[in-house]
């Protein structure tokens, strides 16, 4: 499956900003989608993640701000990012794999497709 990721932009602290990824080639059913951000130097951070039978995950910092969600008639997955902070800037990645268990899902190296960057940056 190849991934486009796109929405990434600069906006004002206790701002909102929808990031997408659309996958073309082949669906997302059956695959575990997930966003990851990564800045300068750092490896690359789980955000949130969105598995085939609907059930969601986030790490800690984003908790309650961000939301991931699908559109299958779209095939594409959001993260609908609200109440940024200067911390989330960031290039935002997205992924896919049809073989993710659930103790892996936030292991960035478990994943197989990938799409290319979005940048997000977050002013203070």
């Known amino acids: 499956v190849q991934l486009q990721a796109s929405g990434g932009g600069l906006v004002q602290a206790g701002g909102s900003l929808r990031l997408s990824c659309a996958a073309s080639?082949?669906?997302?059913?059956?695959?575990?989608v997930a966003w990851f951000r990564q800045t300068p130097g750092n490896e690359r951070e789980f955000v949130a993640a969105?598995?085939?039978?609907?059930?969601?995950y986030y790490a800690d910092s984003v908790k309650d701000r961000f939301t991931i969600s699908g559109n299958n008639a779209k095939n594409t997955v959001y993260l609908q990012m609200n109440s940024l902070r200067p911390e989330d800037t960031a290039d935002y990645y997205c992924?896919?794999?049809?073989?993710?268990?659930?103790?892996?899902?936030?292991?960035?190296?478990?994943?197989?497709?990938w799409g290319q960057g979005t940048q997000v940056t977050v002013s203070s």
């Open positions: 992924a896919a794999d049809p073989s993710i268990i659930l103790s892996s899902i936030r292991m960035s190296q478990q994943y197989d497709n």
């Open positions: 080639g082949r669906t997302f059913s059956r695959q575990t």
């Open positions: 969105l598995r085939w039978n609907g059930y969601t």
